[in-house]
């Protein structure tokens, strides 16, 4: 049976990874970009899991290939179509164990070539934790600073645009910050993990790509339901940082057009956030914001939350840094030219050296 370590799979052009853990243990985190082909549900891996704890392997197994065999013909249509799109198709488990091995086997016994992931999904993991652990030896952050809705999350786009790597945290969180974070995501925040891995792919294609800076927001160590690791946290600080200011009539226009534009229907999300906020504001501001809410007067409440939630709530994080300079997002081409000489005059002392 072929196998591959996950440093040499990463490498490989047209590969592809075949996930065959259940959906559950996919949905909780899997190596970027896989697919899902799982050969037990989530159900019957709780029952695989309870034979083998209480009557042991054999009867774990036998039960096992009950529950697989009328999948096998959908298993290997589904591999036989990724082989004919990538040359090499990496198939994993948990371990590298039985699930893994089982699949390999067969479908290599049917006239196809796959490889199993050494270690499976474990190892891969464990090569994302020691990556994040160690980006100070790769990587220098870049980190811009500045209120609620001065459009930094932009500003990062624009220069992704213009050729620098950049992260967006607050996107692999799926949530934009505070307690109103969730308003502009959909779909359900990551799980911890997953948002480990999404930064991971990113970092390794930036450096495989020759990228020794990356830009990004400045944020608490927590986002949503995710955090930073303290070594993460620690380059943030210590990194080079950037102050973007704004007009507040700007923020406030900015914050508007992003929730009428992405959130319109979503006035029950918005109510549930205030509601949040009774500690902080007070009962009769709260009732002031909903009653707003029901007449969809956003610009009232986003100026409201910036003077009276979000600029006192950042003011402290704000003013412990040292800049290395200031720009204006309300002349936003301007503020990101700013930027961009920043970092290639940063390049050109850095070849210099």
Not at 333 to 338: P, R
Request: proline share 1%; with cysteine.
């Amino acid at each position: 049976m072929e196998s591959i370590s996950i440093s040499q799979a990463l490498e490989l052009k047209s590969r592809i990874f075949v996930d065959v853990r259940s959906p559950q243990e996919f949905e909780t985190d899997h190596i970027y970009g896989a697919v899902n082909i799982p050969i037990l549900d989530n159900e019957e891996r709780v029952i695989i899991g309870t034979l083998y704890k209480n009557k042991g392997k054999e009867h774990a197994v036998e039960t096992g290939l009950e529950f697989v065999a009328p999948k096998l013909k959908e298993i290997f249509t589904q591999i036989k179509g990724l082989s004919e799109e990538y040359e090499d198709v990496i198939i994993y488990c948990f371990r590298g164990g039985m699930r893994s091995s089982s699949v390999v086997d067969f479908v290599n016994s049917c006239g196809l070539r796959t490889i199993k992931l050494e270690g499976g999904y474990k190892n891969y993991r464990n090569h994302v934790i020691t990556t994040l652990e160690n980006l100070r030896d790769d990587f220098t952050f870049a980190v811009l600073h500045g209120h609620t809705g001065i459009g930094k999350t932009e500003m990062l786009k624009e220069l992704e645009k213009r050729g620098m790597a950049i992260i967006d945290l607050e996107y692999y969180a799926r949530n934009s910050g505070s307690v109103f974070g969730g308003i502009y995501y959909t779909s359900e925040p990551a799980t911890q993990k997953y948002f480990e891995t999404q930064i991971f792919d990113y970092v390794r294609r930036a450096k495989n790509q020759g990228h020794k800076y990356l830009f990004m927001e400045s944020e608490s160590k927590k986002i949503g339901r995710c955090f930073l690791s303290s070594s993460f946290w620690d380059m943030m600080q210590n990194g080079y940082h950037i102050l973007v200011e704004s007009s507040i009539e700007s923020r406030v226009e900015r914050c508007v057009k992003d929730y009428t534009l992405k959130c319109w229907d979503n006035d029950d999300l918005l109510r549930s956030s205030i509601l949040k906020l009774k500690d902080s504001l007070g009962n009769a501001n709260v009732t002031e914001l909903l009653e707003r809410t029901d007449v969809k007067d956003y610009y009232y409440i986003a100026k409201f939350l910036m003077e009276n939630y979000y600029d006192r709530l950042y003011l402290h994080s704000q003013d412990k840094y040292e800049y290395e300079f200031t720009v204006n997002s309300d002349e936003f081409m301007d503020a990101c030219d700013k930027v961009e000489d920043w970092y290639r005059e940063l390049l050109k002392k850095e070849e210099l050296d």
